[in-house]
């Protein structure tokens, strides 16, 4: 995403910008050995620093207004900062937090916002290089998207707010909207080089 932003051409200044929200990033991550409140807090602030950095800068706020895989792709990696900052915002708030709810919603928010988004804004591309297989592209790819989304709004809002139920609930509709990605793309995937009659 670094190299993709040369083409937006940030300034000098925004640039070091970066380089020093990865830098706070990375120093926490450190200093969580040591004081692990302090840590996560410093590191918070770094990852905030770093998904603000990458929403104004990356290329997919230019992408995003094309059409097609293109834009959802754009669509995957712009969900997917947000959810960074979310899991900032809840590590400011409760650094000090080891186990239990509002320590799952920090975690999901990388692990599940951000990571699956990337993956699956990624896969239409990643997938069909490596097993060779066409995936083309089809609106009903937003469907897992959206439902991956709205599923760990509920977990986290729920367990931000002493709601257990949504936990499972969320959970349990996280991995259906994994599972639903894969699901819509494999049967619509076609070996590369096989003709109509196979």
Same mark, same amino acid.
Request: contains cysteine; hydrophobic residues 55%.
């Given at each position: 995403?670094?190299?993709?932003?040369? *083409?937006?051409?940030?300034?000098r200044v925004a640039q070091w910008v970066n380089y020093a929200?990865?830098? =706070?990033?990375?120093?926490?991550? @450190?200093?969580?050995? %040591?004081?692990?409140?302090?840590?996560?807090?410093?590191?918070?602030?770094?990852? =905030?620093?770093?998904?603000?950095?990458?929403?104004?800068?990356?290329?997919?706020?230019?992408?995003?207004?094309?059409?097609?895989?293109?834009? $959802? =792709?754009?669509?995957?990696?712009?969900?997917?900062?947000?959810?960074?900052?979310?899991?900032?915002? =809840?590590?400011?708030?409760?650094?000090?937090?080891?186990?239990?709810?509002?320590?799952?919603?920090?975690?999901?928010?990388? $692990?599940?916002? $951000? @990571?699956?988004?990337?993956?699956?804004?990624?896969?239409?591309?990643? %997938?069909?290089?490596?097993?060779?297989?066409?995936?083309?592209?089809?609106?009903?790819?937003?469907?897992? *998207?959206?439902?991956?989304?709205?599923?760990?709004?509920?977990?986290?809002?729920?367990?931000?707010?002493?709601?257990?139920?949504?936990?499972?609930?969320?959970?349990?509709?996280?991995?259906?909207?994994?599972?639903?990605? $894969?699901?819509?793309?494999?049967?619509?995937?076609?070996?590369?080089?096989?003709?109509?009659?196979?």
């Open positions: 995403r670094l190299e993709l932003s040369r *083409l937006v051409q940030p300034s929200a990865i830098g =706070i990033y990375i120093s926490g991550l @450190v200093l969580m050995l %040591f004081q692990y409140g302090s840590g996560i807090r410093l590191a918070s602030i770094g990852l =905030i620093g770093m998904a603000v950095w990458l929403l104004r800068f990356d290329i997919a706020r230019r992408t995003v207004k094309q059409s097609g895989l293109t834009r $959802f =792709i754009a669509v995957c990696l712009l969900s997917g900062y947000v959810w960074l900052i979310v899991s900032g915002v =809840i590590g400011l708030a409760y650094a000090g937090v080891t186990a239990g709810p509002i320590y799952d919603s920090m975690l999901h928010a990388i $692990f599940l916002g $951000f @990571v699956f988004a990337m993956v699956f804004g990624h896969a239409p591309i990643i %997938f069909p290089a490596v097993l060779g297989f066409d995936i083309p592209y089809r609106p009903s790819f937003y469907i897992p *998207l959206v439902l991956l989304h709205l599923s760990l709004m509920l977990r986290t809002g729920g367990e931000m707010a002493g709601f257990g139920w949504t936990r499972l609930w969320g959970g349990l509709i996280n991995v259906l909207a994994v599972i639903l990605n $894969f699901g819509i793309a494999a049967p619509i995937g076609k070996k590369r080089g096989q003709t109509p009659n196979g």
